[in-house]
């Protein structure tokens, strides 16, 4: 069997919203939502919130949350992820945003490779969703994609694509904020300079696309939504009430 562990990038500085980790969500921190969600998926051998902030750090203490200090100079997620596999062996590292709170074990789940793939090989892979608002597409913070027949990543771009030129008979998909790495992609990732569409775009996975290296990208039906913005709270604040109604 597999060992997969799953890590919880959470960084104290945001340009658009600091101190997001922490942010309040009915009295617990929204990195607390996360993490109880991720703990049960029961493939995991362990959960780590991996943070390179010392008030990250007593939160996880308090809420009895395992974690792991990482350096504060990376440029990335996934430089911090491969920092942890330095220290942690594992066959797959699966990655959740720390601002998903509203994710699901079962959309979680949807990220583990298949039975066939040869983990000797490079893997990456990573879950999208259909948008459900028009707005959220012409928001730059969600990244847009677009996948073939066999679920690999075509484009991703914070740009509305495909370009509705010839049909707009077609749905929006947008990137959800879960992965699943093996070592050798992390080891590659870190290795490998930026690309030209990376630098353009800042769009972290664009740069196993410009190195022809395939994305695994499955579908779910998710009402996940990641918090950029202090807005982006207040509506999974109201998800929540709703949900709970």
Known sequence: MDKIIAIIPARYQSS???GKPLADIFGRPMIWWVYNQVIKVKEFLEVYVATDDQR?????????????????????????????????AADYYVVVCGDEPLISPDVIEAVFPSQDVDNSHMYVGGLCRYFTEPAEVIDPANIKIVTNDSDECVLLSRAPIPFPYKTV???????????CYNKQALDFFVSTPKGYLENIEDVTL????????HIKYKL??????????????????EIMVTKQA
Not at 69 to 76: D, I, R, Y
């Open 16 to 18: 658009r919203f600091p």
């Open 56 to 88: 990250i750090a007593d939160v996880c203490s308090n809420y009895g949350m395992k974690f792991i200090m990482t350096q504060s100079n990376h440029p990335t997620h996934v430089h911090r992820i491969h920092e942890v596999s330095d220290n942690i």
């Open 169 to 179: 008979l077609f749905k929006y998909k947008k990137v959800v904020g879960v992965e």
């Open 206 to 213: 664009q740069r196993f696309l410009e190195n022809k290296i």
């Open 220 to 237: 779910v039906d998710s009402v996940s939504l990641s918090v950029d913005t202090p807005r982006d709270l207040e509506k999974v604040k």
